[in-house]
């Protein structure tokens, strides 16, 4: 089955600065690949996702780009703000049968003020 | 947008009784639903997906006669956990899915089994 491996696993970054978060799929059959921000005791909210005919995304401070030769994507988060700081996951889903997704274990991010 | 509730949000319950999750599509019809539970600090892990009139299909290692799943109309899915122990406690949270657009989730549960 397919296995997604996300990183770093923490990450803090000061006000303003930039994150970025990696995320490697291993089933070249994925072709949708969102992110979710879970804040504590929520639900996952997608903030932004891409499929496999694009090689990258944006969305005004939030970005993903996607290789699909090397089967990794990442999220770009610009000018960071202290409420950006949550768990944020990638998953990824082939899109077919069950279209399950399978996801990352999380990157928890701080955004220090 | 598309929208999922999940009920109840939490519930406390004493070891050996079963609880029932209620997950509801609002406003479109969810022709497949997910349940997952996800452990403090620690990712989703999908515990099963369900089609509407069908079995649910469990993940290896998910006890099906534990955690029942009941896809009974295209906007309710439920998982009733039984027998429920201390090591059942921990956050279920549903997802659905429409067939052109993407995922929603619920709000999720937060089970403490004590």
């Known amino acids: 089955g397919e296995n997604v491996e996300q990183h770093p696993s923490t990450l803090s970054v000061q006000e303003g600065d930039s994150a970025v978060i990696k995320c490697t799929y291993s089933d070249s059959a994925s072709n949708y690949f969102p992110w979710y921000k879970q804040e504590l005791g929520k639900r996952p909210q997608l903030i932004i996702d891409i499929r496999s005919n694009v090689g990258e995304k944006k969305d005004q401070r939030i970005a993903v780009t996607l290789n699909k030769t090397a089967k990794h994507f990442s999220l770009h988060i610009t000018e960071t703000q202290p409420e950006d700081s949550a768990v944020y996951f990638c998953a990824a889903s082939k899109g077919a049968g069950s279209y399950q997704l399978t996801f990352g274990k999380g990157t928890k991010l701080s955004v220090i003020p | 947008g598309a929208v999922v509730s999940q009920h109840p949000s939490w519930v406390i319950c004493k070891s050996g009784t079963s609880v029932k999750i209620e997950c509801r599509s609002l406003d479109f019809q969810a022709t497949t639903m997910f349940w997952y539970r996800q452990f403090p600090k620690q990712s989703l892990m999908l515990m099963a997906t369900?089609?509407?009139?069908?079995?649910?299909?469990?993940e290896q290692g998910v006890e099906k006669d534990k955690f029942l799943i009941n896809h009974a109309s295209l906007t309710l899915s439920t998982l009733t956990v039984t027998s429920a122990h201390p090591e059942d406690s921990s956050f279920y949270i549903c997802s659905a899915r429409e067939d052109s657009e993407g995922y929603t989730f619920g709000s999720g549960t937060r089970l403490t089994v004590v």
């Open positions: 369900s089609n509407e009139g069908s079995k649910a299909t469990y």
